[in-house]
Nanobody, 122 residues
Framework: VQLQASGGGLVQAGGSLRLSCAASGRTSGTNVMGWFRQAPGKEREFVGFIRWINNTYYADSVKGRFTITRDITRSTVSLQMNSLKPEDTALYYC?????????????????WGQGTLVTVSS
């Protein structure tokens, strides 16, 4: 499975941004697709995942502001980010696994895309 993340950029606090992750290769390796982020000087942290089509789970820090959706026909997953805060600034990574679990840790994923940078100015 190859994952390609895109959509990062610079946005003001309170604004919105939509990230996309396009998957190619074995679709069986994308039963769960997740998003992680890594801020400068910090460890990579879990943002959320979507299991199958609409089973989602989010970190407390983004719950109510971020939404993950999946477009099966285009093999893409999107991360809609609203009410952005400066602390959301990070490199955002998409990941996937074919395992039917509920992964909130990096070890739960088998495939990773490159990061896309999100910068939120105050």
């Amino acid at each position: 499975v190859q994952l390609q993340a895109s959509g990062g950029g610079l946005v003001q606090a309170g604004g919105s941004l939509r990230l996309s992750c396009a998957a190619s290769g074995r679709t069986s390796g994308t039963n769960v697709m997740g998003w992680f982020r890594q801020a400068p000087g910090k460890e990579r942290e879990f943002v959320g995942f979507i299991r199958w089509i609409n089973n989602t789970y989010y970190a407390d820090s983004v719950k109510g502001r971020f939404t993950i959706t999946r477009d099966i026909t285009r093999s893409t997953v999107s991360l809609q980010m609203n009410s952005l805060k400066p602390e959301d600034t990070a490199l955002y990574y998409c990941a996937s696994t074919g395992r039917l679990n509920y992964p909130t840790a990096q070890a739960g994923y088998d495939y990773w895309g490159q990061g896309t940078l999100v910068t939120v100015s105050s």
